[in-house]
């Protein structure tokens, strides 16, 4: 009976933005321990499960999270002692059909989420396993492509870019500590270059640098010169990403605004623009290119560049079935971005991966802005063999610690591991 839940508590701790959010410890009759903190997102989707905050403004200014505290150690506990942990699927159903609504709004998927998680990790320590292997088994093998946001824009960074995320991409490696170690020294070229042009070097919420720019495409043009100033040839070795987070930039009008360029652009100029940079620069991806109920543009997108680029739904998609299904009927993207706290459970995660594999997407296990030294998405991304990961600068100890978590399981998998490389994007390279 030594997987039975005996005991669940939680805490309000800090996230990597100074602001409250939940820890829970869930320990087993045995006494083994599982522990999970759950990240917070500032450019967060409207379909996203909802995180529960106090709203309390004597504290933390109404973020505090003693309210999702309360729920997992009152009517959760009530409800999942004495339970097994070895079920993760019936485990998740309980939780999801107490919460009863349909975005986990009365408990909070943050509450949700931090139980759902300490599970799997009390269930891979009961059973002496590291947490991707105890979630994959012998298939899991394969170290993600690490997508490096090392400069930063949008909400993470004010007066810096309009689009969120300009990210390096090391395909070309081998390894993953090869990939790894391509992408610090493009990051150490790019705050060279930075210092060089008399552009500041302070750093935005996920570690990347957030220089003051004239236009958006600047960025562009100051990642290039650091790849190639590191030493890496663009596209074949080093390729570029961009999260342009577009829902944050649409207007009531359905416009797209560029505070930056001082424009506003339609919905086919957006595209047109996403068209035109992937022709001139090496860009593989291109995350919430549109808004996220802009299906038509997303369709459009698709259509036009979804060949030789990634189309990544993030605020799309939520790392929901549903929405999920709808893109791929519609083909409105071929990859999907996973944020376990979007929809607030281990299984429906697990669930939203499968969907999208199994319809030929791939898949990019993320972080949140607001983070925290919990490192279990690099090992989902490991146990669904999931191919990217998307962890913010390789500078900030709360992203670090998922890049070297992947070192580590790189080392225990031994000459069993394989670097996902370019073949990560086979649904647009054919690799
Ligand atoms: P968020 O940003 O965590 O602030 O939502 C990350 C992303 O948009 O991918
Ligand atoms: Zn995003």
Redesign the pocket.
Known sequence: MSDRIAHLHAREILDSRGNPTIEVDLTLSNGVLGRAAVPS????GAYEAIELRDGDGLRYGGKGVLGAVSAVTGEIATAIIGASVRDQRALDSTLIALDGTPAKGRLGANALLGVSLAAAHARAALHGHELWYELGGDAAVKLPVPLLNILNGG??AEHSTDF?EFMVVPVGATTYRDALRAGAEVFAALRTCLQDRGLATGQGDEGGFAPSLPTNEAALDLLMVAIEAAGYRPGDEVAIAI?A?ATELLQSDGRYHLEREGRTLERGALVDLWATWASKYPIISI??GLAEDDWSGWEELTARIGGKVQIVG?DLLVTSVHRIERAIDAGAANAL?VKPNQIGTLTETLDAISLAHGAGWASIL?H???ETEDTTIADLAVATNAGQI?TGAPSRSERVAKLNRLLRIEEQLGSRAIYAGRAAFSQVTHA
């Open positions: 997102g500032a450019s967060t909400k993470h969120q999260d987070a995350e919430d993030d971005l993320s949140r802005s607001g998307k």
